[in-house]
């Protein structure tokens, strides 16, 4: 298969790349690099800097090689920055998706796979959430995420676009080649950062709030490997392949841990203290946020190996203590 | 006040332009008269033509006039065409609001009014739909309009912009004065397609569907006088620029007449046998769409004055007579 990854040198669109390398397809990257990472993308896949709203890059990239597929990652992902500068979020995550699907539509490219979130869901009272649930946004990345699967659902509706759009949960870990993994300056997703307190680069971890409505204050999440993620990916795409329904999966592990959970965890695993301290609440931030992934086990047949926390730290760990500094002083 | 108008050659637009020069404001008119008419614009606004996503051009509009205020109009809004081509309502109503909000924060240019629309509350099984009403919109002109209200309100909550977001039922009628009206290649409102018939325009009329879920199985809308709704407008200005809430209105009657009650009127009105053939229902057409303007009456003690279908069809009568070709043949 052709497969366009846009977004593919960013933490997760490199894992779903290497697992396409791996599966002996040809794949195209364009990425920005605005946060990703050339170093990040597996060879042999094609590498190319550009922002997915320059339409007469696109319209090369599609007059060159003829895809299959198409994996949109690229998106501004802060929930923190988006509270504080939505227009960003709406500008580069909504109006970039429409201009891919122009192109796509242009060039009858037929097949999307998208990158979606928990965040669409935002502070639902359901324990364990479905595809069903309804979907009311808390902060402005979730919302531009939310508008991103509709323009998808519309464009499936009109044009015969084929979709799966797949809301992650929290995801973590890295490839257990150790030959990638998450480089984010500044880094903002919690495992990766608790763990710079054992590797000696931060005293501390505040903790945003401890007077959520969970079992120990601390915010709740569901986090699945990174690896386990990107092969719910190529189970998506080969499920389009077939000429299957084009739909919306969650994926997480459907067990959700606080974030004092997390930190202790990483203590045991490291056998170093932690020491944490407590801040307000950031604004945007879901009390609990756990999958139900009982669809796309049973459509997909997706069954995550790597559910136990300590595999995931384990890799994290192992990709960090081998690349002190990501990628850049990578060879 | 300076005022930019966005879309201010447009049928709605151009009613509330001329409100607002009434009133003795230095007005701004940009549109791009794709289907606008520069000879709608009342003098002595000043009319620009141009594409509300052309981000410099903006710039020098901002930079030229210090405005106190927005009102937004620009937008593609057939339902029917929406359906077939969801990626140009996309495009052009949810990034060309983004480019403008962007233009507007970078200026600290903090009012906007906003043109939405009942559409995006779908198909509700509420007799009468109030503000507070669930929106899933049935087509992608709906679609992009709830996501342009969602991006206003994420701006109001970050960048302390002002707005009110009006959600207009079916307007229709013409400014008293005769001067303006509602001028459409192709028509798609229903009062100006059913007086082509006395108007020797047209033979019959197709009625989309009549086993819709109503008293007489046609749809039923909410009729709202372009006079009244303009009037609104000019309210909803002043009461944010007394430093008040920002929220969401509906404009209608408060009262629902089907598609035969709308062709019986116009018979009654013109004393000419109205010809009809019914057709499939058009993808995306709601049942039925009754406004509550409670909130409205109350907050803005906004009143409509033309609430009898009559003084609607005689405007438009009026319009039509004396502009058999529209703007066309205007000086």
Not at 37 to 51: D, L, R, S, Y
Not at 56 to 79: G, I, K, Q, W
Not at 283 to 302: M, N
Request: proline letters at 4%.
């Amino acid at each position: 298969m052709n497969i366009l990854v846009v977004g593919g040198a960013g933490y997760i669109g490199s894992h779903i790349v290497k697992q396409l390398i791996d599966s002996n397809h040809k794949v195209v990257v364009l990425d920005n690099l605005q946060t990703g990472h050339a170093k990040a993308v597996t060879e042999p896949a094609i590498f190319i800097k550009g922002n997915v709203k320059d339409k007469p890059l696109l319209r090369n990239l599609f007059t060159e090689t003829s895809f299959d597929v198409v994996f949109h990652f690229a998106a501004n992902s802060s929930v923190e920055e988006s509270m504080k500068d939505p227009l960003l979020y709406f500008d580069n995550n909504v109006s970039g998706l429409i201009t891919l699907l122009e192109v796509m539509n242009e060039f009858a490219v037929k097949t999307i796979i998208f990158s979606s979130t928990a965040a669409v869901y935002g502070d639902t009272s359901e324990k364990v959430i479905t595809e069903d649930n309804e979907t009311i946004p808390k902060n402005p990345y979730g919302e531009s995420k939310r508008m991103m699967e509709k323009i998808i659902q519309w464009c499936h509706t009109a044009y015969d676009i084929n979709y799966v759009v797949l809301r992650y949960f929290n995801v973590a870990g890295a490839d257990l080649s150790g030959a990638i993994g998450e480089d984010h300056q500044p880094e903002t997703h919690l495992i990766p950062i608790v763990l710079e307190v054992p590797l000696s680069k931060r005293d501390f971890i505040t903790i945003f709030g401890n007077d959520y409505d969970t079992k120990d204050g601390t915010t709740v999440r569901d986090y699945v490997h990174v690896v386990d993620l990107a092969n719910a990916h190529l189970l998506a795409m080969n499920y389009l392949l077939e000429g299957k329904e084009s739909t919306i999966f969650n994926v997480g592990s459907s067990t959700g841990f606080s974030t004092l959970e997390i930190i202790n965890k990483v203590e045991e695993y490291t056998q170093k203290k932690i020491p944490v301290k407590y801040g307000n609440r950031r604004e945007g931030d879901p009390h609990s946020l756990i999958a139900s992934s009982k669809k796309i086990e049973s459509v997909l047949g997706w069954k995550p190996q790597y559910t136990d926390l300590n595999s995931i730290i384990d890799s994290v760990w192992k990709w960090h203590t081998t690349h002190p500094t990501g990628y850049e002083n990578d060879v």
